[in-house]
């Protein structure tokens, strides 16, 4: 089956294959003018992936990367009309190759997915410790994905029998995550609050074991007739340091967004999560270098804004003054807390 990873590896065979680029790499921005295996300046002509959003859609999957080709411009500036004209002839190619390449011997990755039509092909000019220019191709590729509850890597977890809809609280969805997380064989820890103690477990007070599922609160939105909750959910792991891991990192902390986002929307019976659900790459560096995927969702719940549910006792109208007194009178039992 074609993951992440996959579509990275051919975006390197075709480098690869390509006549006049002599190197490719992958990652953030940080690394273009270091080959992460050699630890020098690449030859150039060079092609670089910097993983983009990735849309958790109705049917499909639509990853978006930033494809530079660059190349050396000489220290006059002499060829830099030649350097522009050819890297955008690559950019030409690469598209090219990723439209029409419905054999084997053309590569086959038309079979799996597509390149979506229209990408944006912007110049740059960047000074680095050599001059490089060149294009960058904002490109989206779509992939036809079956959200299929029956392959979720997931064992001893009972999925939730429906609840009705007033009863279901936010302590409660936080713990349909956290079970979901315990029977994921590739979560090895889980966390909820701010951005803050995503590297602190907030239990034993140490670092977490990798990988991490950490929840993130976000607004909640009273809704006519529903609830409609947003969370930002990021799964992270550790990069070793020579990042000689990143590739299996992103691709598996994507594997396991797509399994969380599976499992809410196929599997949960008491609310649901909204399509397209939006996927972020990031790369932290905390006390150690952290990788992975944040995604930003919404969940949606039915609710009866029912006065007969709400713990209140009866009114009584009181005066300002009698309700005053009332409070300050409450106020002296504060102590006794």
Known sequence: MVNYKTIIQDLSGIAYYHNQINSFGYGDLTQITMDIDTKQEPLYTKMYVVPGQVQLAQNRLLYNFSII????????????????????????????????????????????????????VSPFLERFETVLGG?????????????????????????????????ITYYQIIEDFKGFSNAHP?????????????TMDINTQQSPIYTKLYIIPSDTVLDQNQLTYNFQIIVADRLKDDYSNQKDVMNDTLE???D???????????????????????????????????????????FDYNRCNVPERP???????????????????????
């Open 315 to 337: 009114f009584t109208n009181k005066k300002w003054y009698e309700l005053a007194e009332l409070w300050n009178t409450i106020s002296k039992n504060w102590k006794d807390v």
């Open 186 to 198: 590739q979560i090895n820890s889980f966390g909820f609050g701010d951005i803050t103690q995503l």
């Open 260 to 302: 969380v986002f599976t499992f809410l929307y196929l599997s949960i019976p008491d609310f649901e999560s909204e399509w397209d659900a939006i996927v972020e790459p990031f790369l932290e560096r905390y006390e150690d270098v952290l990788a992975g995927w944040t995604m930003t969702l919404t969940i949606t719940q039915p």
């Open 135 to 167: 294009w960058t191709i904002n490109l989206t590729i779509e992939q036809p994905f079956d959200y299929n509850i029956c392959v979720l890597p997931t064992s001893g977890y009972t999925i939730p029998i429906p609840r009705s809809y007033n009863q």
């Open 69 to 120: 080709i660059l190349d050396q411009i000489k220290d006059d500036y002499s060829n830099q009309q030649d350097v522009m004209s050819d890297t955008l002839e690559i950019c030409k190619d690469i598209f090219t190759i990723l439209y029409q390449s419905y054999t084997a011997e053309w590569g086959g990755f038309s079979l799996d997915y597509t390149p979506l039509w229209s990408p944006s």
């Open 256 to 258: 396991i967004m797509k």
